[in-house]
């Protein structure tokens, strides 16, 4: 079941954000409610479709690159390298959380750094 | 496996982070090596140990509240509330990675934002 989740999330992600595509994601992939506890992002596909619609608009090349993918039963989590949502060269590190039930993806949350110029470790932050 | 990881690496996290007992963390729940892909801290014990001590030098009130925990295999995710690190009223959202090898911690990533005052929703980013 978790490998099938991390696949329905993954998917679910690629087809929001990196194909723009949030009406075929949310038909085929989330539940009849879904909430967000991204603060800029109202609850419900509408507010995912207002907000990549937004980044459509302002950041047209933003793309997010996924980095590693896992899941606990009904969650998944996705650790991404965004290129492109912002002035910041070096682009963002972002995790999302994801809870399904019954293979939808129902609710989301997600924590957004910006990747500093100057490092302590040689490793970056993926 | 999973369970058992889970409980190493809340316990690391809780004796380096709330109780500030670095050199006793790394005793009982870290590899010999320690990769560390937080850009402001160097690798290894002492980079962990020199982020600590500046916290309880400059943020004395700081702790974390982790609010969920999830495991995959080597890999454990906390996703926590952090007080009292900055001047924000409203803290922090941390995401942390931790990777196991044998039961001990021996990688590190992490995501840290701070929570805004308005959000357009009602659901906090917990």
Same mark, same amino acid.
């Given at each position: 079941? *978790?490998? &099938?989740?991390?696949?329905?999330?993954?998917?679910?992600?690629?087809?929001?954000?990196? &194909?723009?595509?949030?009406?075929?994601?949310?038909?085929?992939?989330?539940?009849?409610?879904?909430?967000?506890?991204?603060?800029?992002?109202?609850?419900?596909?509408?507010?995912?479709?207002?907000?990549?619609?937004?980044?459509?608009?302002? #950041?047209?090349?933003?793309? =997010?690159?996924?980095?590693?993918?896992? *899941? %606990?039963?009904?969650?998944?989590?996705?650790?991404? #390298?965004? #290129? =492109?949502? +912002?002035?910041?060269?070096?682009?963002?590190?972002?995790? %999302?959380?994801?809870?399904?039930?019954?293979?939808?993806?129902?609710? #989301?949350?997600?924590?957004?750094? +910006?990747?500093?110029?100057?490092?302590?470790?040689?490793?970056?932050?993926?």
């Amino acid at each position: 079941m *978790s490998e &099938e989740n991390k696949a329905i999330a993954a998917a679910f992600y690629q087809k929001c954000l990196n &194909e723009g595509d949030v009406e075929t994601a949310f038909r085929l992939y989330a539940g009849t409610t879904y909430r967000q506890h991204n603060p800029l992002i109202e609850d419900g596909m509408e507010g995912v479709r207002k907000f990549v619609a937004w980044i459509r608009e302002n #950041h047209p090349d933003a793309r =997010g690159e996924v980095k590693n993918i896992f *899941s %606990d039963g009904d969650y998944v989590i996705l650790h991404s #390298h965004w #290129h =492109g949502l +912002s002035d910041n060269p070096r682009g963002e590190a972002v995790a %999302d959380i994801f809870r399904l039930q019954n293979g939808k993806v129902v609710e #989301h949350w997600d924590v957004i750094q +910006s990747i500093p110029e100057i490092a302590a470790n040689n490793n970056t932050m993926f």
